[in-house]
Every structure is written in structure tokens, then in C-alpha cells.
Nanobody, 125 residues
């Protein structure tokens, strides 16, 4: 059974940093593209970043480009989202997702097969 477990969320002041981690189990992690999405109250879930199975290709939403960095460690089956220069508008629940057996990176949440439960990030002004 596939499990994705996020950690690292919390409360931070604007301009600060947080590092989110997603631990995967239950399948061959190195075969899957991984993504991070977020959802604020009353809003749709939106794409944040994605990374290819090897880690050589990454993609970011324009709103986080230059501030967030996605990376992965296939030996540890983890994917990390480093978030710097945080803004109040980054406040949301952040979800980790896996797109199985593909090297393609998608921004549409419907393309992803497995999801974590989410971790809350709150940025105060």
C-alpha cells in the first residue's frame, strides 16, 4: 500500500523559511515523478513544484519560482520542498503527490495517483 507522509509545516513570519519533507513507502519511489501542491481555504488546489524520477528535471509555479526549491533523495524515498522568502499568500495546506511510472511533469492534480494527507503552512505578516 502506497503511503506519502508530509512533515515540516508550521508557523513562520513573512520572509522566513520552512522545509517540507515527504516520505514515501509502498512502491518503487525512483520510478515516480513527485509533486507538491497547496490549497488555501476556499480556493482550489494549485500546483507548486514537481520533480522527475531522477531529479534532473524540475518545474515550478510562477508564483514560487526563485523562492522554492524541490529536491529528492531516492535512496531515502523522500522529496523535499525548501521554501524561502515566504509570503502571507503562501499560507495553505501543502500536499505531496506521486505520479507513477512517468518522467513527465504535470501541473494538473488529476494526473497524480497518490496523495499525502497534507501539512499546514502559515505565514504571518
Amino acid at each position: 500500500q502506497v503511503q506519502l507522509v508530509e512533515s515540516g509545516g508550521g508557523l513562520v513570519q513573512a520572509g522566513g523559511s520552512l522545509s517540507l519533507s515527504c516520505a514515501a513507502s509502498g512502491r518503487t519511489f525512483s520510478s515516480d515523478a513527485m509533486g507538491w501542491f497547496r490549497q488555501a481555504p476556499g480556493k482550489e488546489r494549485e500546483f507548486v513544484a514537481a520533480i522527475s524520477p531522477s531529479g534532473s528535471i524540475v518545474s515550478y509555479a510562477d508564483s514560487v519560482k526563485g523562492r522554492f526549491t524541490i529536491s529528492r533523495d531516492n535512496a531515502k524515498s523522500t522529496v523535499v520542498l525548501q521554501m524561502d522568502s515566504l509570503r502571507p499568500e503562501d499560507t495553505a495546506t501543502y500536499f505531496c503527490a506521486a505520479n507513477r511510472n512517468t518522467i513527465l511533469l504535470y501541473k494538473q492534480s488529476a494526473r497524480y495517483d497518490y496523495w499525502g494527507q497534507g501539512t499546514q503552512v502559515t505565514v504571518s505578516s
